[in-house]
């Protein structure tokens, strides 16, 4: 930099800010408008408007930038919000379902038939049912009172009396002879 102030550009890139302290150049250039070697010289005023043009345009740049950076962290929020509210969703989906085999196991009840949003609600639900519905029927087709089987499946099929196997068969499905 020169002590009278004048400073010689070297990066003119930025065709607006040159053509703006030429303008202002050319208002103030002194008589004869060239230093001694003949390289042109900048004015302060030239040098000033010169670097504000220059700050402004990376001012608008960085504001540019600023406000996509600004957007993408946005969405990448709300992405993320999103993938929290499903993982607590599948967590809780999770948390029912193993409550509901609990359930399931401590009284008989399926687990697919039970509803709640917590345990207690499905060990209520479950107590519900079993008060208020009877599991197995209590009469066969005929309406007569089921009694238990008295052979099983294995024994019936062994039988080789076609009469004994028929009779045991009605025997198990609670039809009378």
Do not use: C, F
Not at 130 to 158: C, F, W
């Amino acid at each position: 930099m020169a002590e009278d102030n004048n400073v010689q550009v070297v990066d003119a890139t930025d065709q607006a800010a040159v053509d703006a302290a030429a303008e202002t150049k050319q208002q103030n250039q002194p008589a004869g408008g060239s230093g001694a070697s003949g390289e042109k010289l900048w004015t302060q005023s030239e040098v000033d408007a010169y670097v504000k043009a220059r700050i402004d345009k990376q001012n608008a740049k960085h504001r540019t930038e600023d406000a996509d950076k600004d957007a993408r962290i946005a969405e990448l929020e709300e992405s993320s919000k999103a993938a929290t509210a499903k993982a607590e969703a599948l967590e809780h989906e999770k948390q029912l379902q193993e409550w509901a085999n609990e359930v399931a196991a401590g009284t008989g009840i399926p687990a697919a038939v039970l509803r709640g949003d917590t345990l207690e609600e499905m060990q209520q639900h479950a107590e519900a049912i079993k008060a208020n519905l009877s599991l197995y029927p209590t009469t066969g087709d005929n309406g007569a009172p089921l009694q238990p089987a008295t052979k099983t499946r294995e024994e019936i099929m062994a039988m080789t009396n076609d009469r004994e196997m028929l009779a045991a068969i009605k025997a198990t499905l609670g039809q009378s002879s």
